[in-house]
């Protein structure tokens, strides 16, 4: 019998700008994907993202390198205000990007109907776990590749992996993102933008610190106040989903929704590889160049050993962490909270 074959997984990565891009292609990123300065990405803050100039520039730097571009296009447009994320599909396929990642139907539509040929993925924010829904969005809108929220384990993602038409792609590291992807409803709540529409969670405009006269320091967002750390403790950027909060049937603050902690699979690498997934993502287009170069770097070197048959040897990442917390979450078990 001869052994499994095994395919050497896409390493894709973020950048949420023209350095970082360069970093994360330097580093050995297979893919990188990045978003325009407007609201069709969900990473919509000031000093992040991509001009049309510096977009195309930035492809061209990629390609050299032997590295594709993908593009983030997977916010929600307003009920008849879609000329911004029509605009950006033109752009991008005028660019020669290798693949637009969508999650809104109509953007879907429209990419297909007018560039047939273009390659589209399926972002994390439809939200689509199922077998049944990813089938319906690559008979629909011949999507080539879904992102699988981050609520399945490894053996589900094998099951999904062997019934479905296209390419799976998983989160390896990064932000845990385990609100309801594609529906959070938390940041409109409190500032009125939309993580899903808007692109922006937790805009730095609506962020607020407060210092009491024992140092003790009160971040909130809006008039929400959402955490109070001592002046011994390291704040954390101020999120409705990751702050603590007083309920009535708790005596002392808690994280109500979900801690802060960032997602780990180092130790799942092998499992993951194994499975078939197709494509392993890196989370944090908000985060720095050093961060990017640091990051990129040690998962290139750990999927590599996997692929030469050896243990995975991951730098410590625990330091880049969120909290300076990991979890490998659902991923390793669905009793995991």
């Not at 061209?60 to 590295?67: D, E, F, L």
């Not at 297909?112 to 049944?132: C, F, M, T, W």
């Not at 939309?194 to 971040?219: F, I, Q, W």
Request: glycine share 6%.
């Amino acid at each position: 019998m001869h052994p499994k074959k095994i395919i050497p997984p896409e390493l894709v990565c973020p950048a949420g700008t023209p350095a970082s891009l360069r970093a994360a292609v330097d580093a050995g990123a297979d893919a990188v994907y990045c978003g325009f300065q407007n609201a069709t990405n969900a990473r919509n803050f000031p000093g992040l993202n991509f001009t049309f100039e510096e977009l195309q520039n930035s492809i061209a730097y990629a390609h050299n390198h032997g590295t594709k571009v993908l593009l983030a296009a997977n916010t929600f447009p307003p009920a008849g205000k879609t000329d911004l994320w029509k605009q950006a599909i033109d752009n991008a396929v005028c660019l020669g990007i290798d693949a637009i990642i969508v999650a809104d139907i109509g953007v879907a539509v429209y990419a297909q109907n007018k560039y047939p040929d273009q390659r589209l993925h399926l972002s994390v924010q439809a939200g689509a776990p199922s077998i049944e829904a990813i089938k319906y969005y690559c008979e629909e809108f011949n999507i080539k590749r879904v992102v699988l929220p981050r609520i399945l384990t490894i053996p589900e993602i094998k099951q999904i992996k062997e019934e479905i038409p296209c390419e799976i792609e998983c989160f390896i590291f990064g932000n845990h993102g385990l609100m309801a992807e594609g529906r959070c409803s938390l940041t409109n709540y409190t500032t009125g933008l939309s993580t899903n529409m808007d692109g922006v969670c937790s805009p730095a405009s609506h962020v607020k610190y407060e210092e009491d006269e024992n140092k003790n320091l009160t971040t909130k967002l809006g008039e929400f106040t959402i955490d109070q750390f001592s002046c011994s403790q390291n704040p954390g950027y101020p999120t409705i989903c990751k702050g603590r909060y007083l309920v009535p049937h708790r005596q002392d603050a808690y994280y109500a929704f979900e801690e802060p902690i960032s997602l780990n699979l180092a130790n799942l690498l092998p499992d993951l590889i194994e499975a078939g997934v197709h494509a392993l993502k890196i989370e944090g287009r908000q985060r720095s160049r050093a961060y990017i170069k640091a990051v990129v770097s040690s998962w290139r070197s750990a999927i590599d050993d996997v692929l030469e048959g050896k243990p995975p040897h991951i730098s410590d990442l625990l330091a880049l962490t969120e909290g300076n917390k990991q979890t490998e979450g659902a991923y390793a078990s669905k009793r995991w909270r």
